[in-house]
C-alpha cells in the first residue's frame, strides 16, 4: 500500500528535544506506509528547533520535503517534491482564537481551519473540503515521551499533487504549533 493510495493515514509523532519524527500508516490495513524524519544539523536544531522535515514512502524513496523559512512576522513553510520543485507554499494567517494557514498551490488556494483551542483541523479548496485532520489523545505515558497521534482524512478523488501538499501541510502545522509552545 502506498501513503498516496491511502484515504486514511495515522500519524504517530515521536518528539524530543532536537527532533520531530512521525511514522505514517494506513488507517485500515494499520501497514506502516511512509515516515518522517527531522533533517539539519543537531546544533541547528537545538537553538531553531526541527525546521526541516523529510517524508519518506520507503526507505531511501523521497516522498517531500517541509521546509520551515526564517521569518520574522508569520510563519512562511513550503512543501518541495523530491526533486526540488515547490509543491506548497505554506502562510500561518494572523486570527484569534482559531488556526488559520493557506496553502497555495502555485494558484490554488486550500485553507486550513481550525479552533484555537481544538485538535481538529479541516482543509478545504474553492470546491469543498479535501481533508480533515484529528488529533487522538495517545495516553498519558506516551504525551509525557513526546509521542502524539493524528488520524488525517482525505477526500477521496485527491490527485497525488494535493495529496502530497496536505500530507505536508500537516506536518507543517506539527511545526508551527511546536515552534508557538517553544514561545
Not at 19 to 25: G, L, P, T, W
Not at 35 to 48: D, I, K, L, P, Q
Not at 117 to 128: H, K, N, T, W
Request: charged share 20%; net charge negative; aromatic share 10%.
Amino acid at each position: 500500500m502506498s501513503v498516496l493510495a491511502s484515504n486514511a493515514l495515522v500519524f504517530q509523532q515521536t518528539a524530543h528535544f532536537t527532533r520531530n519524527d512521525f511514522a505514517i500508516f494506513d488507517a485500515e490495513s494499520q501497514q506502516q506506509v511512509a515516515h518522517a524524519e527531522t533533517g539539519g544539523s543537531t546544533v541547528e536544531r537545538m537553538f531553531t528547533g526541527a525546521r526541516e522535515l523529510y517524508v519518506y514512502d520507503g526507505p531511501g524513496n523521497p516522498l517531500l520535503h517541509v521546509s520551515d523559512t526564517m521569518t520574522f512576522g508569520r510563519d512562511r513553510l513550503a512543501v518541495f517534491s523530491p526533486d526540488g520543485s515547490t509543491l506548497a507554499q505554506i502562510v500561518k494567517q494572523w486570527s484569534f482564537f482559531k488556526t488559520h494557514i493557506t496553502i497555495d498551490l502555485g494558484g490554488e488556494e486550500l485553507q486550513l481551519l481550525g479552533s484555537f483551542l481544538s485538535f481538529d483541523f479541516q482543509i478545504v479548496a474553492p470546491y469543498g473540503e479535501v481533508a480533515s485532520v484529528t488529533r487522538k489523545w495517545s495516553g498519558f505515558e506516551n504525551s509525557l515521551f513526546g509521542k502524539s497521534t493524528y488520524l488525517l482524512q482525505l477526500h477521496p478523488g485527491l490527485d497525488d499533487v494535493r495529496r502530497k501538499a496536505v500530507i505536508g501541510s500537516v506536518i507543517a502545522l506539527d511545526l508551527i504549533r511546536a515552534k508557538a509552545d517553544r514561545g
